[in-house]
Structure formats: C-alpha cells, structure tokens
C-alpha cells in the first residue's frame, strides 16, 4: 500500500501489483479459495443421479455428482491411479460410476473405486482406501458450498456471518426461499480482470451515476453514490414511478411470497466472500459465483432465479433478466478498463478510496491478513 500521507478523505488501495503477480494469485488461490467456503454448484443442476459438474475451485478441478442416494457430493477430479482428471467434460451425466479415461480405473458416484483391470490379481488392495479425495459439501440457498480445507471453517460464521451482517438478521434471506427458486436465466461473463477489482467494484456505488443509467433509474438513492450495504439492513428503495426490477421500469412477477412488507420495493446486495455476491429484489434473486482463473481473468456464472410459477409458467423474464445483464457487462467493462493499469507505474503505490468507497479498506485488508503481505 502507498505510505504517502493521504488527506482524512482518502484511504490507500491496495497496490497494482496485488492484481497482476502470479505469486499473488497463487496465495489466493492457496490461502482463500481452497481454504473457505466456496460457491461451486447450483444443486438443481444436477437433478439426477449421475449428473456432474466439474468446477474450478483455486488450483484444483472439483467434482460435484448426485449420487444414486440423491445426495451430493464432491471430490477432487482426479484420478487415483497415476493421477489424470477424471472429468474432462465440465458438465454431463453418466449412468453409474465415473470411469477413468486413462487406464479404466472405475468410481462409484460415491467416490468408491469399484473396477479396475486386473483388480482381481491384485487382492491385496482395499478399494475404499483408493476410492476418490473426498471434499466437504454444504447445501444452502439451494447451491452447493464446498470446501477443500481438511478442517473448514465455521459455515455458520463466513457465509452466513456474511448474509447476516448485511441483512442484520438470516431471517431477512430466509424469506426470500432462495432454495425453492428456479433458474429463470444464466449468463456466463469471462472477465478480464482480477477478481477482487469485480468484488471491490460490487461494494462501491460510487460509479453508479456515470456507468448505470438504467440502475439509478429504478433505484434513484444509487445516484448518491452510496451503495445498498453501505448501510446494515438497508435496502435501496425504488423509485415512485417504477413498478418492478425491470430495464425500463416497467410491471415485474408477483412479490415472492415469503418475503415481508418491509422489503417490498426494495434491491439488496450482499457481498459473500470471497467470491459470492446476492441481490434480493421482491420478485427475484440474481445469483453471482466467481471462478478466478487467472490473475487477470475471471468467470462469473450469474443466475436470475424466479419461482417456479414464472418460470414453468414459460413467461418472459427478459425484461427483468436485461436490467442487471446490463449492470454486469457495465460493471464488467469497468473492471477490465482497470485491469491493464494496474501494471502501470501510474498504480504501482495503489490508488485511492472516497469516504463512500471506504469500506473496501476492510476487504483490503482482509486479503493482505488472509495471503500475509508481500
Ligand atoms: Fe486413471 Fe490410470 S490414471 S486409471
Ligand atoms: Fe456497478
């Protein structure tokens, strides 16, 4: 960080090379992403037993299979033999096992090696002691969290820690029954910047004004500056001539139905590190999980979940789904207009942040305690 004497109004950003060093990224990789919970799956894409994803969880590929039991579980996509990935493919289904493309090696979907040539002149190997790594899984708000930490940290206290502190109570998401919805629409970003400039731009409205036009419509606070979880609990309210979280304003679905007076007409945002954000609007989700690949390349899958009412109803959700589609590929351009600069001598001591930016100094922060500093 820059050790400039900065005026009260000014904290220091995070110095350019934290977003372009290899060295960096693999301190992420190692020490965040592998170490926390991680967003990896929504569980209702794997329906069936049999169906997978392959997930990039820091620097290891991740397995999330339903098994025959209907229970998910996940394991590190590698084979136990002589070490090939297991799962090239990064979505499909088999029929009962995974089978190792290699030399044929066979999985159960619960990991366990059931087949092997030659397993049988070789009695003296314990299948389950070479079935596949195992890692933790945890189901909420209908996506499944995993974790390749052999002991990971409280679920309770990172991500619902983090819903909590925003909402100021779990209760508040609760009633929005995120796990009940359905996938009205997925988008795909592959972004070409580092990851924490797209959480560090999440946090901040302070951009709002000059890159959202249609946001600060529906939601005229945002032209303030000063973003939804800015405030504990606070919710953006919309404006008084807009009938629902659309483009242009316009009608969106019914409220859901569990969700309270109070937050009826109103947008929040929640940042889940490291690499979940969540907004609630009355009558949607839209859903962000982060894939950092690259110190300067992130895939950002974003899910607009509806009820099923909506959406096996077939109505169109384009309108809805149009208003933050923009908001991403506006947030997005941002980022990578950042990007290429923090590697110029102009970044090289950091940047700057107003006093409505000011709480990204704790995410600062928090990634210089969690990768020790340089
Ligand atoms: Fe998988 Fe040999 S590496 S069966
Ligand atoms: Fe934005």
Same mark, same amino acid.
């Given at each position: 960080m820059t050790a400039v004497n900065l005026p009260a109004s000014l904290i220091p950003t995070l110095a350019g090379e934290y977003y372009t060093d290899p060295g960096v990224f693999r301190r992420e990789q190692s020490h965040i992403f592998e170490n926390m919970w991680f967003c990896a799956v *929504?569980?209702?894409? %794997?329906? /069936?037993?049999?169906s997978f994803r392959s997930v990039q969880v820091g620097r290891e590929s991740v397995l999330v299979a339903r098994g025959r039991d209907g229970r998910l579980r996940a394991f590190?996509?590698?084979?136990?033999? *002589?070490?090939?990935? %297991?799962? /090239?493919?990064e979505a499909g289904e088999v029929k009962r096992a995974f089978q190792c493309?290699?030399?044929?090696w066979t999985y159960g979907l619960?990991?366990?090696?059931?087949a092997a040539p030659n397993l049988t002149s070789m009695p003296d190997i314990d299948r389950t002691e070479y079935g596949l790594v195992a890692v933790h899984l945890h189901e909420w708000l209908g996506y499944a969290w995993v974790c390749l930490a052999d002991e990971p940290p409280s679920f309770a206290e990172q991500v619902q820690g983090a819903v909590t502190e925003r909402l100021g109570s779990l209760e508040a998401i609760d009633a929005y029954e995120i796990e009940d919805l359905q996938v009205g629409r997925r988008i795909t970003y592959d972004v070409k910047a580092n990851w924490k400039l797209i959480v560090e731009n999440f946090m901040e409205c302070y951009h709002c004004a000059t890159i959202h036009p249609e946001l600060t419509e529906v939601l005229p606070e945002f032209a303030d500056g000063?973003?939804?979880?800015?405030?504990?609990?606070h919710g953006a309210e919309f404006g008084e001539e807009i009938k629902g979280f659309t483009v242009d304003g316009s009608e969106g679905f019914d409220k859901l139905p569990g969700v309270h007076d109070e937050q009826d007409r109103r947008y929040y945002a929640i940042t889940v590190k490291p690499t979940v954000f969540i907004n609630l609007v009355p009558d949607h989700i839209i859903f962000h999980r982060m894939f950092p690949v690259a110190q300067d390349r992130t895939i950002v899958e974003c899910d607009w979940l509806y009820s099923k009412a909506v959406v096996s109803s077939g109505r169109d959700v384009s309108s809805s789904v149009e208003l933050f589609h923009r908001v991403n590929r506006q947030d997005f351009d941002a980022c990578e207009r950042c990007q290429p600069a923090m590697d110029s001598r102009a970044y090289a001591r950091g940047g700057v942040l107003v006093p409505s930016e000011h709480h990204i100094g704790a995410f600062h922060d928090w990634v210089v305690s969690s990768i020790g500093s340089q």
């Open positions: *929504r569980a209702s894409d %794997l329906a /069936t037993p049999g590190l996509n590698i084979c136990r033999h *002589r070490g090939a990935k %297991l799962c /090239t493919d493309p290699y030399h044929a619960d990991g366990k090696l059931i000063y973003a939804a979880q800015f405030f504990v609990g």
